[in-house]
């Protein structure tokens, strides 16, 4: 199956990782859903992601000593592969599994995904539970030195023909629920994996597994977008994420601080060659509105108005997917104008390239390539009020760009361009970004 065909724009959805870390549950995840058909689908935004630990027992309730509690109780069929916890998740009773909420987010015109992390549970491997298709006990397949530094749950799966029957067994699962998205966790970089015997770390230790779960989703006929995390990717395996998934994280977790957000500016230089339609480089969940429930820090997001903006303008511009962590249905007009505005969204699909980046400022362009319109960003990353200019002709030679009128897409207002170089005075961590009709 070509993933380009079913992924030729960035993802675009809601996950609910910033809000409820791993508490949310069936009634929550509807509540999202409904919000999302009703006020974002129309602009392009359609995933709804259930994140970590929908399978685990009153996961959250030792938050104040762990995120994961070790040895928790974990929902699972007799093939060890996990299951949604019936108490969060009544509708996945009797062996139901997601298929009836995904059913009610396919009912929406909205797609269905989940978090997975890396591998087989534990508590399996202990049993010795068959792996569907096989002979095999889950012991027999999993990696004993293979596990996640913050998540207790999960062994890895050795690369046999046993570990992929297993992988292949999964998505036969996920795809009969009606699963649309998977966001799979410690495989996209499990650098820093400290189960591993000394000496013996490989930089991309995931790789094995990314690839059986690519054969997995590839043999299960079901069109399904394949997310990697944590970040940050390494820039030298770029052609096997590229090869094998939709998104790979470029960074660690994000988060609601400026360092976090002037940091990525290197990040998307760094990636801004291997964006294409079906791979895309992940900035990262934008955490806006109402985030932190679920750490026992609810909040309003720390970044202000501008910086939003200047997020919103560098996700766009570079291409990156977006996935809210927001609790929707407290969603406030001011954030709802960031995620529905037409113009800035519109970037998404566009090719783009950074022109000039320091500790002051960055540039950023863009060209539609089916409608030749061209965007231009100015971004004032300093603590201090500051002038960003360009030279029309020097730096980007566009034909006919100083004749143009430009639209200043977040204002909506309409500007000459002026001959030689354009200038605009920003405040701090502030952006502008323009749209240049094409040449005619």
Same mark, same amino acid.
């Given at each position: 199956?070509?993933?380009?065909?079913?992924?030729?724009?960035?993802?675009? #959805? @809601? %996950?609910?990782?910033? *809000?409820?870390?791993?508490?949310?549950? =069936?009634? /929550?995840?509807?509540?999202?859903? +409904?919000?999302?058909?009703?006020?974002?689908?129309?602009?392009?935004?359609?995933?709804?992601?259930?994140?970590?630990?929908?399978?685990?027992?009153?996961?959250?309730?030792?938050?104040?000593?762990?995120?994961?509690?070790?040895?928790?109780?974990?929902?699972?069929?007799?093939?060890?592969?996990?299951?949604?916890?019936?108490?969060?998740?009544?509708?996945?009773?009797?062996?139901?599994?997601?298929?009836?909420?995904?059913?009610?987010?396919?009912?929406?015109?909205?797609?269905?995904?989940?978090?997975?992390?890396?591998?087989?549970?534990?508590?399996?491997?202990?049993?010795?539970?068959?792996?569907?298709?096989?002979?095999?006990?889950?012991?027999?397949?999993?990696?004993?030195?293979?596990?996640? #530094? @913050? %998540?207790?749950?999960? *062994?890895?799966?050795?690369?046999?023909? =046993?570990? /992929?029957?297993?992988?292949?067994? +999964?998505?036969?699962?996920?795809?009969?629920?009606?699963?649309?998205?998977?966001?799979?966790?410690?495989?996209?970089?499990?650098?820093?994996?400290?189960?591993?015997?000394?000496?013996?770390?490989?930089?991309?230790?995931?790789?094995?597994?990314?690839?059986?779960?690519?054969?997995?989703?590839?043999?299960?006929?079901?069109?399904?977008?394949?997310?990697?995390?944590?970040?940050?990717?390494?820039?030298?395996?770029?052609?096997?994420?590229?090869?094998?998934?939709?998104?790979?994280?470029?960074?660690?977790?994000?988060?609601?601080?400026?360092?976090?957000?002037?940091?990525?500016?290197?990040?998307?230089?760094?990636?801004?060659?291997?964006?294409?339609?079906?791979?895309?480089?992940?900035?990262?969940?934008?955490?806006?509105?109402?985030?932190?429930?679920?750490?026992?820090? =609810?909040?309003?997001?720390?970044?202000?108005?501008?910086?939003?903006?200047?997020?919103?303008?560098?996700?766009?511009?570079?291409?990156?997917?977006?996935?809210?962590?927001?609790?929707?249905?407290?969603?406030?007009?001011?954030?709802?104008?960031?995620?529905?505005?037409?113009?800035?969204?519109?970037?998404?699909?566009?090719?783009?390239?950074?022109?000039?980046?320091?500790?002051?400022?960055?540039?950023?362009?863009?060209?539609?390539?089916?409608?030749?319109?061209?965007?231009?960003?100015?971004?004032?990353?300093?603590?201090?009020?500051?002038?960003?200019?360009?030279?029309?002709?020097?730096?980007?030679?566009?034909?006919?760009?100083?004749?143009?009128?430009?639209?200043?897409?977040?204002?909506?207002?309409?500007?000459?361009?002026?001959?030689?170089?354009?200038?605009?005075?920003?405040?701090?961590?502030?952006?502008?970004?323009?749209?240049?009709?094409?040449?005619?």
């Amino acid at each position: 199956m070509n993933k380009n065909h079913f992924t030729p724009r960035p993802p675009m #959805g @809601w %996950n609910s990782y910033d *809000y409820y870390d791993t508490t949310v549950n =069936e009634e /929550q995840i509807k509540a999202n859903a +409904l919000w999302m058909a009703n006020h974002l689908k129309p602009f392009g935004w359609e995933y709804v992601v259930v994140d970590i630990q929908w399978y685990a027992s009153r996961p959250g309730s030792m938050r104040d000593q762990y995120q994961y509690i070790p040895f928790s109780h974990l929902e699972m069929d007799e093939y060890s592969r996990l299951l949604p916890d019936p108490e969060r998740f009544p509708s996945s009773a009797d062996g139901k599994g997601f298929g009836p909420l995904a059913d009610f987010v396919h009912s929406l015109g909205l797609k269905f995904g989940i978090h997975i992390m890396r591998g087989i549970p534990r508590l399996a491997a202990h049993l010795h539970q068959p792996v569907k298709g096989t002979d095999a006990a889950a012991d027999q397949i999993a990696d004993a030195y293979s596990i996640c #530094g @913050w %998540n207790p749950d999960m *062994y890895g799966v050795k690369d046999t023909p =046993e570990g /992929q029957a297993y992988y292949d067994s +999964l998505l036969e699962l996920y795809a009969s629920w009606g699963v649309d998205f998977i966001k799979c966790d410690n495989i996209c970089n499990t650098n820093n994996n400290p189960g591993l015997p000394a000496g013996s770390a490989d930089p991309a230790s995931g790789k094995a597994e990314i690839r059986m779960l690519a054969n997995a989703i590839r043999r299960c006929g079901r069109p399904i977008v394949l997310s990697l995390s944590p970040g940050p990717a390494l820039i030298d395996q770029a052609w096997f994420y590229e090869k094998h998934a939709n998104m790979w994280r470029i960074t660690d977790d994000f988060w609601d601080e400026w360092h976090f957000l002037k940091d990525m500016f290197s990040r998307c230089q760094l990636w801004q060659d291997h964006v294409s339609p079906g791979c895309y480089p992940d900035c990262d969940m934008l955490p806006l509105g109402r985030i932190g429930k679920g750490f026992g820090q =609810e909040r309003f997001t720390r970044l202000t108005f501008a910086e939003q903006r200047t997020m919103m303008t560098l996700w766009c511009i570079f291409g990156s997917p977006l996935m809210l962590g927001a609790e929707l249905t407290m969603m406030d007009e001011q954030t709802l104008s960031l995620l529905t505005n037409q113009k800035i969204l519109d970037m998404l699909p566009c090719p783009a390239r950074q022109q000039r980046l320091d500790e002051n400022e960055a540039v950023w362009t863009a060209v539609n390539p089916e409608t030749g319109c061209r965007y231009l960003a100015f971004f004032n990353l300093s603590d201090a009020e500051r002038e960003v200019s360009l030279d029309w002709v020097e730096e980007l030679d566009w034909e006919n760009a100083a004749a143009c009128k430009l639209l200043d897409l977040w204002d909506g207002r309409e500007e000459a361009a002026c001959e030689g170089r354009i200038s605009r005075r920003l405040a701090p961590h502030t952006c502008v970004v323009w749209e240049i009709p094409s040449p005619q």
